[in-house]
């Protein structure tokens, strides 16, 4: 009873939340510059607003009165009815508000519009570009868990030796190597680049992928995945495995870990029974965010170096071109994402430490 009534709770503060974070990042976009209008007009000026600009400024010369300030950088020499026009068809007629209402009430209908420049659903966009960062982002912090908490035990354990000097130097350069630098070597030893032709350089699947057998999809689909996984895992498993091993030396040096060791517990029970769960609590609280961060921010470099289109060059993109609804469309989905992962990562609070309770999680 108690479990359901925490999930109940958890689960009425999603609408709130969802509004808030929506009506800030509304207000955001409305007070930052060069919105989508501003962004086609300057586009579809081109060397007319150069010309246009000429003319003005000789006319100005001339002494004639100059025209009254546009609404638009970049839409002198265009006519204000195609100005109009392209303002109802981004919804830029209405008012701030009348905007923002609007747009709550097809959000809340899981309707997302379409994209302003890709004429495409937002949600048909989001969906073809999902599997592609949840292939990235879950094989992603899979990998780096399973790699980097066993690493950063293994190193409190054996704290001062020459294993924990070695990998712990490994780790630390590791660190300081962004994920692009990674990427780029793996593709030139790798991919055909100057060494071997091993990897595929680029893309998610093959071109003859839906003629393959199941298994051979399956393989195919892993394989591609080797090198941009492997880029992500090497520049993402050093701060959670340093991490891990601080957190594991703090535990170890505790009153309650000497006690235990005095009354005659065996070493594997006092490690696994005590410090595991006690140090454990705060790398699962960074699971929800290095899972949302891999799906969403952290594989934009590694997505435009290897081709794929994943949600985090999709936001980049429409970020760029000022694309308003599949900006807010990417926001939505990311928000009810990191809602519904910190509400299994509480869940995985209680799974490792039973004495938490739900009652201390629901501040």
Known sequence: MRLGRYIAHRLLLIPPTLLAIVALNFAAAQMAPGGPVEHLLATLNGEVQDAAERALGATAAEGTAAEP???????????????????????????????????????LAFDLGTSLFLDRPVAALLLER?????????WSTLITYLVAVPLGIALALRRGGRFDAAATAVTVVAHAIPAMVIAVVLLVLFAGGRFWQIFPPGGLVSADWAELSWPARILDWLWHLCLPVAAMVIAGFSSLALMTRNLFLEEIGKTYVLLARAKGLAPRRVLFGHVFRNAMLVVIAGLPGALLGMLLGGGVLIEALFGLQGLGLLGVDATLSRDFPVIFGTLWLATLLGLMLHLASDLLYVAVDPRIGFGARRG
Not at 130 to 138: D, W
């Open 69 to 107: 300030a546009l609404r638009y950088r970049g839409s002198e020499g265009l006519d204000p009815r195609l100005v109009a026009e392209i303002e109802r068809q981004f919804g830029f007629d209405k008012p701030p508000l009348e905007r923002f209402r609007l747009m709550l009430t097809r959000l």
């Open 130 to 138: 999902l599997p592609v960062s949840l292939s990235l982002g879950l």
